[in-house]
């Protein structure tokens, strides 16, 4: 039910405005709003963050990375467990700005898939969204990086992208579900991109640096 | 004062012994250990376990790791500020399980210095002990890598890397204190190393997988 | 023709046998054994060497790895055109001793394939081939990394997953060929990976690291 | 005698314009500067290049990167072994476009030295000079990333950077000498380099992009 599409996830990313106390706000405002408007909203806080607002809300809460690793000697490293024990559902893999090494993923995939949490792996562009279904994940995010944090949504800069992802991610393997990110801001943008054939957006500034996140999560899901 | 030395750090690693609620016990253990026999003991957990931690025990809490990134779009990756909100008075840098890049390292001791928080750069020898040295930290724990887990105690099996790093590091940098790693458990480890001129000790397996932590830890700080 | 199968790929790695000289030796081997037999022998040398053993042998010359940069400002990084002048037809991309970012394989695929030239993408398990499938290189090498000179050859210790990789990637992609690694040195070994629906073999240590590297590899070949 | 100081070394990158043959024509041009001029000129080819290069000019050649491993099973690496073979006399180390781990960045000094050849650590600022000047390699070039390819002299820009560097390198091993780079293109410019402290200059961009590449490596050497 909670990762039942259109779906909404929210990157926190390492924003200042998204970070500690901040975090916290802006997962309640999250909260509210998927209430509200009964659209389903994930939030993907800093790893610091994410024992902290799993605890205060209700909404989904994933990781924005896991490492490729077993319980042991990993100092430093983001452990599974660990993830889900904090109370993250599922992660997100690959992002952009924490590109994976392909075994890698593979092994975060299946070890996710195995305890039981989603896992939404991101990819730059429709080779790399077949590759990453044909290791059969939950979610595919397609982004294309030079339209991430630019405010040019990609459902209008490269609808091509989305509509062939979606297409070749289906004939690959129909149980992926597609997601779009990079540049998607407003109701409209998130439209578009359902319309394309995707089942939910990816995002971090739009709504996060918007004056007011509410208002701007809330223009967001006005239209789904 | 909770940094003074003579010092005891215990990383959390990835065990799953010392991950979740068992990294909420442990940190007890330690606090109370720390209590009964006023030898200063600090934590490092995991980064989704760092805030819950903190939360629980007043002894110091520092981070496996903190990334080399200013706030911004970094996602996955642990943020300085997040860490010190979520309680950590200082970091890990560099440890061999979590190898840096030289200018990196600069990076994180400058920013954590400016922080006021506390740096404890892990080295594999004499000579990157003295280029650690070099760039100011407040702590370098030399642990040479292949004795790390091992149960053979650095202070046994090569005294002279710890007494050569003690003299190197005191002719480059003498604000910089020494600690040593690899190995240790036992109380007659702890004081091998501080005769051999340390001012501490780095250790993790000795104590996290012992059938009573407790106990070791006792004994660990029992002669000192 | 050059590229025909069956094929066998004889990487050199950095195995002090086949630096430099020795490489230059090895592969007029390799050269004489394919002249003399018929199969397909393609050579992998090292980075330095390559110039050198392109100039000196008519077989098929790869790179062991090219970066996924374009031209420019990238100090100490393999540029594809780079690889091309010096002789090579074609390269390995994310041996496990050089694994690779997921969008960083799909870029050098890219590269390559505009360049006219050869991709071998190197892959761990079935669910890894089928990824690099959907991405379009010329072949797909399985190597479960535990067999990697092991001596235990692949076809005996887990034929299923040659055939299950060599079933999906044909589903994903009929264009790409399958080869296999890992532990492959005898004739029988490679007879037994034709069998079971590769096209040929990525092979090391059996080769190289044999008393008599030609006598090693005409028994390879002996069979097919 | 060949490292002799004032030096120049010339970076070729994966520059295009240096690359294959190009690198063989600039490389005959290095060489024909440092004779007519009497000013020791060392070049930096690609890794496909090297061997090639070496054949080829009399003056030294060093690689761009080394990586840190003993010869064996490291597909795609660059082996010490193989680049002295193939005619390297030493190395750039840490280049800011190939940063290195700390440790990895000591185990190539110490390899290069026990092997005889010549090590040139690349570093971004004072601090990290100071590291590396304390892992006892040759040179120290320090570079600071923001003025690479900039065309604005660091020597004009960050006159202190040079300064501080070449006392505090002094100060912790006067074995080591320093070179400085980034933006660096004019007899001025490494006129200013000298004055300041430095024993030579690293660059790239300013020759190897010029319209008259002998007529810019004229013009920097003019004045020593």
């Given at each position: 039910?909670?990762?039942?599409?259109?779906?909404v996830?929210?990157?926190?990313?390492?924003?200042i405005?998204?970070?500690?106390e901040?975090?916290?706000?802006?997962?309640?405002?999250?909260?509210?709003?998927?209430?509200?408007?009964?659209?389903?909203?994930?939030?993907?806080?800093?790893?610091?963050?994410?024992?902290?607002?799993a605890?205060?809300?209700?909404?989904?809460?994933?990781?924005?990375?896991i490492?490729?690793?077993?319980?042991?000697?990993?100092?430093?490293?983001?452990?599974?467990?660990?993830?889900?024990?904090?109370?993250?559902?599922?992660?997100l893999?690959?992002?952009?700005?924490?590109r994976?090494?392909?075994?890698?993923?593979?092994k975060?995939?299946?070890?996710v898939?195995e305890?039981?949490?989603?896992?939404?792996?991101?990819?730059?562009?429709v080779?790399?969204?077949?590759?990453?279904?044909?290791?059969?994940?939950?979610?595919?995010?397609?982004?294309?990086?030079?339209?991430?944090?630019?405010?040019?949504?990609?459902?209008?800069?490269?609808?091509?992208?989305?509509?062939?992802?979606v297409d070749?991610?289906?004939?690959?393997?129909?149980?992926?579900?597609?997601l779009?990110?990079?540049?998607?801001?407003?109701?409209?943008?998130?439209?578009?991109?359902?319309?394309?054939?995707?089942?939910?957006?990816?995002?971090?500034?739009?709504?996060?640096?918007?004056d007011?996140?509410?208002?701007?999560?809330?223009?967001?899901?006005?239209?789904?």
């Amino acid at each position: 039910m909670r990762y039942d599409t259109p779906i909404v996830i929210l990157n926190f990313k390492t924003y200042i405005e998204a970070t500690g106390e901040n975090a916290l706000d802006l997962a309640r405002v999250c909260e509210q709003v998927s209430d509200e408007t009964g659209v389903n909203i994930v939030v993907a806080p800093q790893h610091m963050d994410l024992f902290r607002v799993a605890q205060n809300v209700k909404i989904p809460v994933v990781a924005q990375h896991i490492d490729p690793i077993d319980a042991g000697g990993h100092t430093g490293s983001i452990l599974l467990e660990c993830a889900k024990e904090a109370g993250a559902s599922g992660t997100l893999v690959n992002h952009s700005e924490k590109r994976m090494k392909l075994a890698d993923i593979q092994k975060v995939i299946g070890r996710v898939k195995e305890t039981g949490l989603i896992s939404i792996v991101c990819t730059n562009n429709v080779e790399t969204s077949a590759a990453a279904a044909a290791m059969n994940p939950d979610f595919v995010a397609v982004e294309p990086p030079e339209l991430i944090g630019s405010g040019i949504p990609v459902s209008k800069a490269e609808p091509e992208v989305v509509t062939e992802t979606v297409d070749t991610v289906r004939s690959i393997n129909p149980n992926v579900k597609v997601l779009c990110g990079a540049g998607i801001s407003t109701g409209e943008d998130f439209k578009a991109a359902l319309e394309l054939g995707s089942e939910g957006v990816l995002l971090a500034s739009g709504i996060i640096l918007a004056d007011n996140p509410r208002e701007a999560l809330l223009d967001l899901v006005s239209d789904i």
